[in-house]
Structure formats: structure tokens, C-alpha cells
């Protein structure tokens, strides 16, 4: 099987491309060649704290991890890739940190993963100089200066100077395919975990690196997509879309202000530099991108591929983008931190927007029990589930890696947790994240399906479905929306044409802004509190 690891695999692409552009921010450009400099003076300068360095694999359990860790707390910039791929070249692993943790959040996290090391952005200073203390682990804090103004920490170095003065020779290390790669969840359904894959596997199974050295580095020479993806870096979607585009010889763009989605930057950001791939969250980021394309002030034809991950696009979203970017294709991606990608849905005209997803070609449906698979006549939602190259568990969790990653009929599978119902030729419908299912009577509600279906309503900005108490039913489907004017409840319920009539929320509570999480994802608990507060008066 074709077994690469991340740190040499960027190596061998940068040596191909030289002085080709390979990334751009603001009015700064990096070549190949400047940006592969980058990653071994990051490696050398962990190396030199004596971070990082051999890992011994031999006999490890799935949720064990032979690495130092590197603790990633920034926004997206220069810094935050030349640190991931820097610490994968020194044999540590990277962990993708929440920047907006309070600090029994971000003690938790560095807690769980032992973390070494620490690179964050300066506004982030208090927090962490919170933590600190409790850490014993973290011996290396390195600051990136940003427009906060906060002075330097105690004991902590300035990130660009520490990194100028390191060796630019490739680091005394080699890097090998089970080295892992880490990637903690967002924690909206629970504490984040952090995810254990084998490099090898993640490039396999999550970016589709199936290729001998030969063919990946020939089709990066070839290729030309600049790429920008607009959410956190600190989102799996979002590095994963960027390093599945340096694989392939794109030009990563970074929006001049990574600190918030600010549509005006996005668009022009496409327009300056020419971005051929942009990769969004649903319609929390559509809805506003929208707004500001539909007033005529950028012209964003070099766009040819529209991407969401992390959350689907609504039917009505999908037109808005095909009417206003002609030759546009408009892509959702479905996947998650245990699976990577399992299925696809494509469109490039109207006719093709209501399509089911597309699995991949290590993807089955799971019956209710986990017993056997699904096919295409078992008229039943079952579990979306991942075979193959498969991560090998939770850091740390050997119970929770059992019931994720469990073995059925011999074979082992990752299940995240989604809910699908199989369909004919290899497609299946997505009914949403088991967690937040809403029973209503006795019947199962996917909240993500209902948030769909009401999207198909013009005015709807953005929605979260949540299940509230209820006597007679013991919960009720409640939509805690924002809205463009004033539809009715009924005027809403009647857009929702795609689902049930039992699925349709019994009450909708308007808000000025629906609060998600950076990476775009709905915050549930908010919205639930918000519902029950709203109804209870």
C-alpha cells in the first residue's frame, strides 16, 4: 500500500516547485523554497528544546501516543502552518487548540495531550498565563506578536525571532508514516478528544493521497488551484482542505483578517489574488458571503469550486452561488475528525442540487445495532461508518475509542456518530449528529435535517433545531432562528417541503444572531438554553 508521511511529503513537493508561490497573506508572499526553509527552522528550534526527536511505535495501544506535543493556539497566519508542519519534521505532534477557550477549557486540553510546547497568538496571553502554573509539562511558550499590544509572558520567547535564529538545515529526523497525526474535536457534544491517526492513514483516507511519490509530485508540478479556506485553521476542514492543496501544488491564501468572517475581505481576497477553490461552513458562512456578492461590488470569476465542510449547504444557498459565479461547482463535503471524508454532493446546475451524497469508497451504513451492514433496500436510518485506514483511537480513552471504533464481523470501522439512511448506487440521505436527535413522541427528529429544510425559506439567515421538554410529548422541535424580515411561523413551517409534517418545529424563537462556534459549527447547548428561556416566558 502507497504509506507517506506528512513532513517529507511537503519536503519533496517544495524541492519540485522552488520558487513557485506556495503561500500568500496581506501584502507577504513565501515560495516553496522561503516556506520549506520555515518548516526546519521550527523543527530545529523544538528539537534544540528537546522537543520532538525519535518515537517509538513498537507495542503502543490505539489511544497511546509515542509524541511530544505542540500545542497550536492562534488564528490563521504563516505561523500557525510553519508550526504544524515544523513539529510533524521533528517527529512531535501538532494539537489543534479552540482560541476562544476560557481557561478550564485550555487546562484541559493541554492537560490531555501533555502538550511541550505552546505557540499562541499575544491576545491570547492572559488566558494562557492563567494555566500555566498548573502545567508542569509545558516547558516552551512561544508568542506570536499581533495587534493586542500585550507584552511578552514571563519565560516565553517571541515566535518569529525564536525561528529566525534557528538552523534552516533539514532537522537530523525522519519522519515516518506512524508518526501520528493528532486532531482534537470541537467538544460541542462533550470535552474535545483528541483523535489518533497514523500520518499514513490521514493521507489515505482523509485527503485522498493514494499515490506512489512519483504521481503526487508529477500532478503537483502540473497543477495551478490557489486556494482559501475561510475557516479557523484550528477546524480539521480547514487545514485539511490546505494541506490536501499544497500536496497538490496549489498556492494557499490567507484572508487579510483571520480574526472573524468579515464577507467584504473573503471576496476581495478572491478577487486580488485569483482563488480558484474557497472552502466555507454552511450557510453560517454563506448567508453573509451572499449578502455581500449580491451587492455587485467584486467580481469573484476565478472561482471555480465553492466547498463546505463541517456543515452542508442549503438548497437555497446553492442557486444564490450558481446564479451570481457562472461555471461555478458547489461542493459539500461530509466527514469528521474519526472518519475523514466518507461521501460527497455535487452540483454545477439546478437540476443536480437535491442530489443525495455520493459515498466514498470505504464507506458503509451500519445497521441501528452495529451488527451488520446496510444496503440499498434496508429501508432504515443506520450509522455512517468508516472502514479501512481508520484512526486508532482516542488520546488517552480506551473506552471511548471501543465504542468509536468498534469491530463488527471482523472488520473495523470509525463511527462518529451520524445518522444516514442507505440509498441506490452507493448514495444515502444524511439525517445529522445522533446527539443532537430530538425524540418527539417516539419519533426520531435529526435537528441538522429540519435546519435544512427550513434554510429553503429566503428570509432564514441562520437556524439551530433543538428538542425542548415537553409534557404530552416529552420534547418539542424548537427553532431558534434569525431571520431577513418578519415571516410568519406557518410562512416558515410551509417552505420546509422536504420533510414530515411531525418534523417541523412547534415553535420558533427569533434571535438577532445565532451564536455558533468559530469553526462555524452550532452551538447546541446555547440554543437550547435560549429556547427554554424564551418559551418559559
Known amino acids: 500500500m502507497t504509506d507517506h ?19 500568500r497573506w496581506r501584502d507577504r508572499r513565501w515560495t516553496w ?28 495501544a490505539g489511544w497511546e501516543s509515542p509524541h511530544d506535543h505542540v500545542a497550536l493556539m492562534a488564528t490563521n497566519g504563516n505561523e500557525y502552518l510553519e508550526a504544524m508542519i515544523g513539529s510533524f519534521g521533528a517527529r512531535a505532534a501538532p494539537v489543534n487548540v479552540n482560541y476562544r477557550s476560557v481557561a478550564d477549557e485550555l487546562r484541559h486540553v493541554l492537560t490531555d495531550c501533555r502538550a511541550r510546547a505552546l505557540v499562541f497568538h499575544s ?12 502545567l508542569p509539562d509545558l516547558t516552551l511558550l512561544l508568542q506570536i506578536a499581533d495587534e493586542s499590544g500585550n507584552d511578552l509572558l514571563s519565560g516565553a520567547g517571541w515566535y518569529t525571532a525564536s525561528v529566525d535564529a534557528a538552523s534552516p538545515e533539514r532537522p537530523p529526523t525522519e519522519p515516518s508514516p506512524d508518526d501520528h497525526y493528532v486532531l482534537y474535536t470541537g467538544g460541542t457534544t462533550g470535552k474535545p478528544k483528541g483523535t489518533l491517526w497514523r500520518q499514513g492513514d490521514f493521507l489515505h483516507t482523509a485527503l485522498a493521497v493514494r499515490d506512489d511519490l512519483d504521481t503526487v509530485l508529477d500532478r503537483a508540478v502540473r497543477r495551478s488551484l490557489t486556494v482559501l479556506a475561510t475557516p479557523p485553521f484550528m477546524h480539521g476542514a480547514a487545514h485539511w482542505n490546505l494541506l490536501s492543496g499544497w500536496i497538490g501544488g496549489a498556492t494557499v491564501v490567507i484572508q487579510d483578517d483571520p480574526t472573524r468572517l468579515d464577507p467584504a475581505d473573503v471576496l476581495s481576497t478572491v478577487e486580488r489574488h485569483q482563488v480558484s477553490s474557497l472552502l466555507i461552513v454552511g450557510d453560517a458562512f454563506a448567508q453573509p458571503l451572499l449578502a455581500e456578492l449580491e451587492t455587485g461590488r467584486h467580481d469573484p470569476s476565478s472561482l471555480r469550486f465553492l466547498l463546505s465542510g463541517g456543515a452542508v449547504l442549503s438548497a ?28 460527497t454532493r455535487s452540483s454545477s446546475t439546478s437540476a443536480e442540487i437535491e442530489r443525495d451524497f455520493e459515498r466514498a469508497p470505504t464507506t458503509v451504513v451500519l445497521s441501528s ?9 434496508d429501508d432504515e436510518w443506520g450509522w455512517l461508518a468508516q472502514s479501512g485506514r481508520v484512526p486508532r483511537g482516542y488520546l488517552g480513552d480506551p473506552l471511548k475509542s ?30 445529522g449528529r445522533d446527539s443532537v436527535t430530538i425524540n418527539t413522541g417516539g419519533e426520531k427528529v435529526f435537528a441538522e435535517e429540519v435546519e435544512e429544510a427550513l434554510r429553503a425559506h429566503r428570509s432564514v439567515i441562520d437556524v439551530t433545531v433543538v428538542g425542548c421538554p415537553d409534557e404530552r410529548w416529552g420534547q418539542m422541535v424548537v427553532a431558534v432562528v434569525s431571520l431577513d424580515g418578519q415571516p410568519s411561523d406557518d410562512d416558515l413551517r410551509a417552505a420546509a417541503t422536504t420533510i414530515a409534517g411531525y418534523k417541523l418545529p412547534r415553535a420558533f424563537v427569533r434571535v438577532d444572531e445565532v451564536v455558533r462556534s468559530p469553526s462555524g459549527k452550532p452551538d447546541y447547548e446555547w440554543a437550547r438554553r435560549t429556547a427554554v428561556e424564551a418559551l418559559a416566558t
Open 33 to 60: 523554497a522561503e516556506l520549506d526553509r520555515r518548516f526546519n527552522q521550527f523543527a530545529n528550534l523544538l528539537l534544540e528544546a528537546g522537543i520532538g526527536g525519535d518515537a517509538d511505535h513498537e507495542g503502543l
Open 402 to 431: 471501543a465504542e468509536t471504533f468498534p469491530e463488527v464481523s471482523g472488520v473495523r470501522y470509525a463511527v462518529a456518530g451520524d445518522r444516514v439512511r442507505p440509498g441506490p448506487d452507493d448514495t444515502f440521505t444524511f439525517g
Open 123 to 134: 491576545r491570547y496571553a492572559p488566558v494562557v498565563n492563567e494555566v500555566r502554573q498548573a
Open 316 to 343: 437555497n444557498a446553492k442557486q444564490r452561488f450558481l446564479a451570481a459565479i457562472p461555471g461555478l461547482r458547489v461542493v459539500d463535503l461530509l466527514g469528521s475528525s474519526e472518519t475523514g471524508n466518507q461521501g
Open 5 to 23: 508521511a506528512i513532513a517529507p511529503l511537503l519536503h519533496r513537493v517544495a524541492a519540485r516547485l522552488g520558487e513557485r508561490d506556495a503561500l
Open 369 to 377: 445495532d452495529r451488527s451488520r451492514v446496510l444496503g440499498a433496500d
